[in-house]
């Protein structure tokens, strides 16, 4: 977390809360992102990430405010997607739940090495998976719970469209998202670990 960091998360943040498409929405979309924020900062000497985590967690963080700022099922770009493939729905939650296991499967990385939960390379990519998996499902359990709690963000917050297997399609989404992180970024994930234990040490 440096100055651009920081520069972009709030210029993000500022942009994603002025004129969104519904307010309640907006709250609840961007509240990961601002939960997540208080968590860096607070823990920022104590247990300082890799530049990897916390780049992926800006990534995320963005996503969820442009995804706040339209509603998941308005997005512009997606609508364009859309309607230039013939597409059946605006598809950018599920670019949502896709980082969702993604990002997620670094952050629980880096937290299981550190902490020396397990020493099996095989038993570390089946707990991450396992936790990405979980965050997946805790949060269709909050996608539920804020439909029956409030009918009026309902929709915008869910962002089904129709699709009566939105909910499963959205886990898979996410459990790609770990897979392919596990496959493509644990070795340089393993380097910026390497040099930053060192620098703690």
Known sequence: MNKTWLG????????????????????????????????????????????????????????????????????????WLKDSFNLDRNNYDKLGHFAQGFIPAIIAREIIIRNHVVDSIKWLNFFIICICLAISAFYELIEWWVAILSKEAADAFLGTQGYIWDTQSDMAYALLGAILALALLSRIHDRQLGRLVAGLS
């Open 8 to 79: 972009i998360f709030f210029s993000a943040l500022l942009w994603s809360g002025i004129y969104p498409k519904d307010y309640l929405t907006w709250v609840l979309e961007t509240a990961p992102a601002m939960i997540a924020f208080v968590v860096l900062v607070t823990t920022r000497r104590t247990f300082r990430l890799t530049d990897l985590a916390y780049s992926l967690i800006l990534v995320h963080s963005l996503i969820l405010m442009v995804g706040g700022h339209y509603t998941y099922a308005e997005v512009p770009l997606f609508d």
